[in-house]
Structure formats: C-alpha cells, structure tokens
C-alpha cells in the first residue's frame, strides 16, 4: 500500500463518522495505470441532500469507469489504503453492492436477464442507508417497455426506500425525469462530441442529462459496415418521425 501510495501518488483519505461521502478529483487506478493519455479525473458528493445520481451519456463514454472508480476508492480507504483521488472524506458504508455487466449462468439455465434480475432483487432487499449501490443498465435484457418499467421500478425503491447512496447509470431517458419528483436524485452526464466524422469521448461527468446517445456514431467505431449503418439511420428516421405527436 505504501509503495503503491507513493508511487501512483495517491492520497490518504479521511475515514469520518457523519454520513456521506465527497471524493475530489477521483480516478481509476487500473484504467489510469493502462492508459497512455491523462485520465479526466471526476468528482463525487454524497450527502444528506443527493443520495442517488442518474447518470447518461453514450457507450464507452466512461459511465461505468466513474462508477467502478468510486466504489474502488471507497473500498480502498475501507482496507487501509490511500487513494486514487485528489482527496477522500468517507463516511459510514456497511456494504458495496453492484449490479454490473452481464452473465449467463447455463449451467443453471439462468438467462443473463434472470441474473440481473436475480442480483437486482439481492439489493433491493440487502441495501440499507449507509450502502453503496451501483446499478449500471437495469431492464436492458428484455422489452423496452418491460425494460423501462422495471428500471424505474428499481430506481424510485432505491431512492424512496433504501436510501442507498446510488450511482444508477441508464440509457433509458425517461429516467431523466426521476430528479422532478425526488428531491434526494440528480442527474449528471458523460458527455462526447463529433468532430467531422470523428467522435470524441470527453470523460467529464457533467450536471443535467445528456442530450443524445450517439449510438450510431459507436456502432460506426466498432467498424459496422456503411450499408448497415446507412439503413440504420432510415430506421431510426422513421422512428423518430413516427413519434412525433
């Protein structure tokens, strides 16, 4: 711990006992230690007023980095350990509890969506004030509807009943609304802009929702052919303009 400590100039945080917690300038230590550009540090508050953040933006835009890297630096500075972060104030947390990526359990004939379900349904019923809850992407494993029910469904019982302090990253943008009628949600983003055909990923978490998903814009990156790109926004044009009222 110490030789990382000073290697990796970490900073020793503060372990206090009135609730909440503020990280200032927080990092990932795996993701900063891979990287060969600067990692965009981000900061977090907790406290009697937020305790749960609705967090948007598009994929590989760094909404699962700013969760996984919270949840480190608690974890750290629970252990003992500085921590990746220009400063850390910790107060009280019994448990971390994640509901991140996906798994199939085959050999159970469980779905990844029963999984999800499954871990979803663990901390709803494990989580209590003092907890720290991350739930990336609930609901995303069925309808969109069904999908969208559920995960705000599992975001008002976290910020009505659990009282968790929650990072609950979504794509769904009616959860946006959550904030409107619960005083204890904020929304923040991770943000990205095009520049010609390029797509450039800030990595600064941002208040308010985001505004778009630039998922065609990553499916371009991911080197998706241009025929299938091309007819997927004649798709989504024809969506967009058979929603409007």
């Known amino acids: 711990f110490a030789e990382r400590a000073q290697a990796l100039d970490w900073t020793m945080p503060r372990l ?10 927080g990092r990932h230590p795996v993701v900063e230690a891979v990287r060969d550009a600067p990692f965009e540090p981000n900061d977090l508050v907790f406290d009697d007023d937020v305790r749960m953040y609705v967090i948007t933006g598009p994929n590989m835009g760094g909404k699962s980095t700013f969760m996984r890297q919270n949840a480190l630096i608690v974890l750290l500075a629970c252990i003992g350990s500085f921590v990746p972060a220009l ?11 994640t509901r991140i990526g996906a798994g199939d359990d085959l050999a159970r004939g469980q779905s990844t969506f029963m999984v999800e ?13 003092q907890s720290f809850v991350l739930m990336d992407e609930i609901g995303r494993g069925t309808s969109t509807y069904d999908g969208l029910a559920l995960a705000q469904a599992c975001a008002e019982a976290l910020a009505d009943g659990n ?3 929650c990072l609950f990253a979504t794509h769904y943008f009616e959860l946006t609304a959550l904030p409107d ?7 923040v983003h991770l943000d990205a802009v095009e ?6 990923f800030m990595h600064a978490v941002k208040d308010g929702p985001a505004n778009r998903s630039f998922g ?13 790109l091309q007819n997927a926004r004649q798709v989504l044009a024809r969506l967009e303009n058979k929603s409007q009222p």
Request: no cysteine; aromatic share 4%; glycine share 10%.
């Open 16 to 25: 206090r006992e009135e609730p909440g917690i503020r990280i200032e300038r």
């Open 87 to 97: 400063r850390a104030d910790i107060g009280p947390i019994d448990r971390i509890l």
């Open 117 to 129: 379900m499954a871990e979803t349904s663990f901390i709803l019923r494990n989580a209590g004030a």
């Open 163 to 165: 009282r968790a302090y």
């Open 181 to 187: 009628s619960h005083a204890g949600a904020r929304n």
């Open 195 to 200: 520049h010609g055909e390029q797509l450039i």
């Open 216 to 228: 065609l814009q990553v499916a371009a990156l991911a080197g998706l052919p241009k025929p299938v």
